[in-house]
């Protein structure tokens, strides 16, 4: 089996203000933990869906 990349969001705080980090591309979430450690951010969850905005009006997206 193929291991596919999956696109991790992060955030970070800044003087008391949390902020979106960068995206995390790895293969796992611990690989995406460990990443996020390095550079002192949160992984917040795993973005599930991509949707186009060309032609498509009523799609619900999932982050988990």
Same mark, same amino acid.
Not at 2 to 8: A, E, F, G, R
Not at 21 to 27: E, L, Q, R, S
Not at 29 to 45: C, N, P, Q, R, Y
């Given at each position: 089996?193929? &291991?596919?990349?999956?696109?991790?969001?992060?955030?970070?705080?800044?003087? !008391?203000?949390?902020?979106? !980090?960068?995206?995390?591309?790895?293969?796992?979430?611990?690989?995406?933990?460990?990443?996020?450690?390095?550079? !002192?951010?949160?992984?917040?969850?795993?973005? &599930?869906?991509?949707?186009?905005?060309? !032609?498509?009006? &009523?799609?619900?997206?999932?982050?988990?």
């Amino acid at each position: 089996m193929t &291991d596919t990349l999956k696109i991790y969001l992060t955030e970070f705080e800044y003087n !008391g203000v949390t902020y979106d !980090g960068p995206n995390i591309v790895a293969k796992n979430f611990k690989e995406a933990e460990k990443h996020a450690e390095d550079l !002192g951010i949160i992984v917040v969850g795993k973005l &599930d869906t991509f949707i186009s905005a060309y !032609g498509v009006e &009523d799609h619900k997206t999932t982050i988990h």
